[in-house]
């Protein structure tokens, strides 16, 4: 506690001490902001559970807001804030590899990174199978789960189940299955949101593209992998 006061004075209140005014006695505290605190000074709060991946090429990461775009910079910190950096890392990839925003490679990321969150698993040791189909929008979902979890089509670790598609992945580690599937509220936001793109651009044109760019910084931005998926673990 004393760490995190010296870290943030504001998150704690102090009075004086009764008889001695030359003491202060703590009053109170925000419970939720200090524990966001500690986890913080622990590391990225988001990724508690996570084992960082190794890079290949890179020192690091980028995560300077001034060398992204202009309607991805204003979101950089909020979005590592939230969700971690191995999070912020698999999106970031996922959307370079996918050539575009997209909102379902963008929740497959997600679902990747909390697969691996539950199992523990490190990154490149997980085993999934997809249901996503290799059809689009929806198959959109591999490349996160891909990028996410280092089951790679190159390495043979995923497989794709294209009979009725539905956004969902089974994953196995050390002897362990779960299977993630998208909440049907989620699934069905997006459906609608994607439909009346196609309806209002008339295809999948350049001004289609960028609605969509649009749409999925804020499912980026909003989607809280903890949240958004049903979870059954055997």
């Known amino acids: 506690m004393t760490v995190i006061y010296m870290s ?14 030359h003491v202060k006695s703590l009053a109170s505290y925000d419970d939720d902001e200090v524990r966001t605190a500690y986890l913080r000074l622990l590391g990225y709060s988001g990724d508690f559970h996570l084992a960082p991946r190794q890079a290949v090429v890179f020192k690091d990461f980028p995560r300077n807001p ?12 909020l979005i590592i804030e939230k969700y971690g950096h191995e999070e912020w890392v698999s999106c970031l990839i996922t959307n370079e590899l996918h050539r575009h925003l997209g909102i379902y490679s963008i929740v497959g990321s997600k679902m990747g990174i909390r697969a691996r ?10 085993k999934v199978i997809s249901y996503a189909g290799n059809e689009p929008p929806l198959s959109c979902m ?13 390495r043979g670790a995923i497989d794709v189940d294209c009979k009725d598609p539905v ?6 580690f050390k002897g362990a299955t779960l299977k993630l599937t998208l909440k049907p509220d989620k699934r069905a936001g997006i459906r609608a949101d994607i439909k009346a793109a196609l309806s209002k651009y008339g295809g999948l044109n350049a001004a289609y593209f960028s609605y969509i760019r649009k749409l999925s910084i ?5 989607l809280d992998r903890r949240e958004i998926f049903e979870e059954v673990l055997r």
Request: hydrophobic share 45%; no cysteine.
């Open 8 to 21: 943030d004075p504001s998150l704690f209140r102090f009075i004086p001490a009764i008889m001695h005014g």
């Open 167 to 172: 956004p969902s992945a089974t994953f196995l």
């Open 117 to 126: 969150e539950i199992l523990e698993a490190p990154f490149d040791e997980l």
């Open 66 to 77: 001034l060398i992204f775009m202009d309607d991805i910079a204003p979101l950089v910190d």
């Open 142 to 154: 591999n490349d996160g789960l891909q990028v996410s979890t280092g089951a790679s089509l190159g």
């Open 218 to 222: 804020g499912y980026w931005r909003d």
